[in-house]
């Protein structure tokens, strides 16, 4: 099958499903204008985290990596009214294309961007009894994906939606003697699940406009 499709069919969903709008749009070109790289999830994935948000009606959110606030703002629109979303970037020019982006979504009041190394932010977080969140996005750097997952737990309750980015890549994982250390990083990731009786955990391979990757999806479990 020609993979031209994936991509086909992607736009065809975004385009019934997750229409961008201008906040949308304006943010992926400033990507470009401001020399990010182009590694915001999709339309069609940030309506994912969308519905995951409705489903587990998410008031509390944390985003492990915020970028130019393209999945922040999916994020934060899905939000009700009293929620709020705390999302972590070590980049500053990363953070003031973001903030930018988020006030020009509207949605300043709802988000709080912290600036520094997510490793440093968490014990932070954690140490200041942050109450508990309702649904965990990590997408920042991938090597240290295994301590954002451990520590996340801690922010957590049972029933806590955590969700990782950028877990197949590209099917690389299969290389048991990767030396790509975001290989290694999500490797590390996939199998500690495979052991953790904390969580409940799948992994969603997903194909479309970006590159062949998947998305852990796991749940606190209740017991
Ligand atoms: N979630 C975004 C994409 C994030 S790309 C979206 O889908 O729109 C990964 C981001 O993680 C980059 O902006 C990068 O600067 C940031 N990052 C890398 N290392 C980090 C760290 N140690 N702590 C926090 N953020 C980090
Ligand atoms: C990379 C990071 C991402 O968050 C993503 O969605 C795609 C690629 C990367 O660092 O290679
Ligand atoms: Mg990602």
């Known amino acids: 099958m020609d993979i031209e499709i994936f991509s086909k069919i992607d736009n065809y969903i975004s385009s019934l499903l997750a229409p961008e709008d201008k906040a949308l749009s304006d943010t992926i070109r400033s990507l470009d204008t401001e020399g990010l790289t182009q590694h915001s999830v999709s339309a069609n994935q940030g309506k994912f985290l969308q519905v995951m948000m409705i489903a587990c009606n998410a008031r509390r959110v944390l985003e492990l990596g915020t970028l130019g606030g393209y999945s922040t703002i999916w994020l934060a629109r899905a939000l009700p009214e009293n929620g709020k979303i705390i999302t972590i970037e070590v980049d500053e020019h990363h953070a003031k294309v973001a903030r930018k982006n988020i006030e020009n979504a509207h949605l300043s009041p709802k988000i709080e961007l912290k600036i520094g190394k997510a490793l440093d932010i968490l014990p932070v977080l954690i140490a200041d009894k942050e109450e508990p969140f309702d649904m965990i996005f990590i997408d920042a750097d991938k ?53 953790n009786k904390k969580v409940t955990a799948t992994i969603l391979q997903t194909v479309g406009v970006k590159e062949f990757d998947g998305m852990v999806i796991a749940v606190v479990n209740r017991i």
């Open 143 to 195: 090597p240290p994906y295994v301590e954002y997952f451990n520590y996340v737990l801690e922010l957590a309750r049972p029933g806590t939606l955590i969700i990782c980015d950028n877990v197949i890549r590209e099917g690389k994982v299969l290389d048991e003697n990767s030396t790509d250390e975001k290989v290694r990083g999500v490797q590390r990731l996939n199998e500690m699940l495979s052991q």
